[in-house]
C-alpha cells in the first residue's frame, strides 16, 4: 500500500517521488496540449490564406460562384413594379445556378398575393463578382436585378433586389449543388 502524502506533514523520499512523478506527467500533458493547439492555429491559418488576397481583403473572381444555390424571398411590392397599381406582396422561391463565368439560369416560382405568375424557366442571368466579393446579378429579358454578396469560397450568397418599386432580399443561400 502506498503512504499517503498529506499537506502539512514532512516530506518523505516516498511523498517526494510521487509528487515529482505528478508534476513530470502534468508538463507532458501541457506540453502535448501546447504543441497541439500550436498544430491547429496553423492548420487555421493556413486555410484562412486561401480565401484572401496578399492585402489581407476577400478575394472573389466570376469563378467564385460555380453551382446551384437555392434561394427564398418575401418583400413588399409597390407601383409600378410589376404593372401593379396598389401596393402588394411579392413571393419568390427556387434556385440559381452560376456557371462561374458571368452566366447562369434562375429557376423561380413567384407570386403576388398569393397569386403565381407563371414565371417560364429557366431564366437566363448575367452577374458580376468584384474582388471584394460583393456584386451584382440581372435576371436577362427584363427581370430584376440584385446587389450580392458571397462569401469568399463562394459556399453563400446573400442578394438585395435593387428594382425602384420592390423591397426584398434573402438570407445567405448556400450552395447545394458541386461546383
Known amino acids: 500500500m502506498k503512504p499517503a502524502c498529506k499537506r ?3 516530506p518523505t523520499e516516498a511523498c ?6 505528478r508534476e513530470a506527467s502534468m508538463m507532458k500533458r501541457v506540453g502535448l496540449w501546447a504543441v497541439g493547439i500550436g498544430v491547429l492555429a496553423g492548420l487555421g491559418l493556413l486555410t484562412a490564406e486561401q480565401g484572401f488576397s496578399d492585402d489581407g481583403g476577400p478575394k472573389c473572381t466570376p469563378a467564385t460562384l460555380k453551382g446551384r444555390y437555392l434561394f427564398a424571398a418575401a418583400g413588399n411590392l409597390f407601383p409600378p413594379a410589376f404593372g401593379l397599381t396598389e401596393q402588394a406582396i411579392g413571393n419568390a422561391a427556387g434556385f440559381h445556378i452560376f456557371n462561374g463565368n458571368g452566366s447562369g439560369q434562375d429557376y423561380v416560382t413567384f407570386t403576388i398575393n398569393g397569386i403565381d405568375q407563371h414565371v417560364p424557366s429557366p431564366n437566363s442571368l448575367m452577374y458580376t463578382l468584384n474582388p471584394d466579393c460583393t456584386g451584382t446579378y440581372e435576371v436577362l429579358g427584363g427581370g430584376p436585378t440584385f446587389a450580392i454578396f458571397v462569401s469568399p469560397s463562394g459556399d453563400e450568397i446573400a442578394a438585395i433586389n435593387t428594382d425602384p418599386g420592390s423591397a426584398s432580399s434573402y438570407a445567405p443561400s448556400r450552395r447545394v449543388a458541386p461546383k
Open 16 to 21: 517526494t517521488a510521487e509528487s515529482e512523478g
Open 8 to 10: 502539512g506533514e514532512l
